[in-house]
Nanobody, 127 residues
Framework: QVQLAESGGGLVQPGGSLSLSCAASGLTFLNYHIAWFRQAPGKEREFVAVTARPGSGGANYYADSVKGRFTVSRDNGKRMVFLQMNSLQPDDTAVYYC??????????????????WGQGTQVTVSS
């Protein structure tokens, strides 16, 4: 049974930092891209960042809105993926989800390419 579990969300002031973790089990971790998505109230779920599986080059990709502020990384030995978020702004407020996929790199940012999802963790940026 595949399980993805996010942790690390919370309340942070604008300009602050937060680190999210995603623990994976029940899947061959090295065979999957692991991505972060977010969904704000009244908005569609959107791509944030992804760490590609080693067999596809292992590169990291980011949404333009978070590039330079967020960093995604993976620890294959611990089967975990991390999202370091810096310079957080109120627009970053959302539920953050991690998800896994074996899609082609050309489709790696598409929500529909991800089959397994975590339960989400709330990130609130507010003064």
């Amino acid at each position: 049974q595949v399980q993805l579990a996010e942790s690390g969300g919370g309340l942070v002031q604008p300009g602050g930092s937060l680190s999210l973790s995603c623990a994976a089990s029940g899947l061959t971790f090295l065979n999957y891209h692991i991505a972060w998505f977010r969904q704000a109230p009244g908005k569609e779920r959107e791509f944030v960042a992804v760490t590609a599986r080693p067999g596809s080059g292992g590169a990291n990709y980011y949404a333009d809105s978070v590039k330079g502020r967020f960093t995604v990384s993976r620890d294959n030995g611990k089967r975990m993926v991390f999202l370091q978020m810096n310079s957080l702004q109120p627009d970053d407020t959302a539920v953050y989800y991690c998800a896994s996929s074996q899609a082609a790199l050309s489709a790696i940012r598409q929500t529909t390419m991800y089959y397994y999802w975590g339960q989400g963790t709330q990130v609130t940026v507010s003064s």
